[in-house]
């Protein structure tokens, strides 16, 4: 069965614009690079936030340094938005999959009455 929602990809497309998925069930070898890509994503801003927070905790930091971790921070973020935006909707594509399979077993039963 084809996705009804399409995946927001973690990679940009062509000229900045987002990226969407629409694949089968299945799950092919896109959709395993972008479970990929969202990993490392979300690991290195975790690996980034355990930075910042050593910088922030007394290491004196010059603005230079300051000004780089904060571009930094913007990505991680942005990144994990994107993961989050692109998990929601498979949620919503999962809820969407039960809501209609409660539909088909209520007529179901309505019919076997």
Not at 101 to 113: G, K, N
């Amino acid at each position: 069965m084809v996705s009804v929602h399409p995946r927001l990809l973690p990679w940009p497309g062509l000229a900045g614009q987002r990226s969407y998925l629409v694949a089968d069930d299945n799950g092919g070898i896109l959709s395993r690079l972008a479970d990929e890509m969202e990993e490392v994503q979300l690991t290195m801003g975790a690996e980034l936030l355990d930075h910042a927070t050593e910088i922030l905790g007394g290491r004196k930091a010059g603005a230079l340094e300051f000004r780089f971790l904060s571009t930094r921070l913007c990505e991680a973020l942005r990144d994990a938005l994107r993961v989050a935006e692109s998990r929601g909707g498979l949620l919503a594509e999962h809820d969407d999959a039960v809501a209609e399979s409660e539909e088909r077993q209520a007529l179901d039963d309505e019919v076997t009455e």
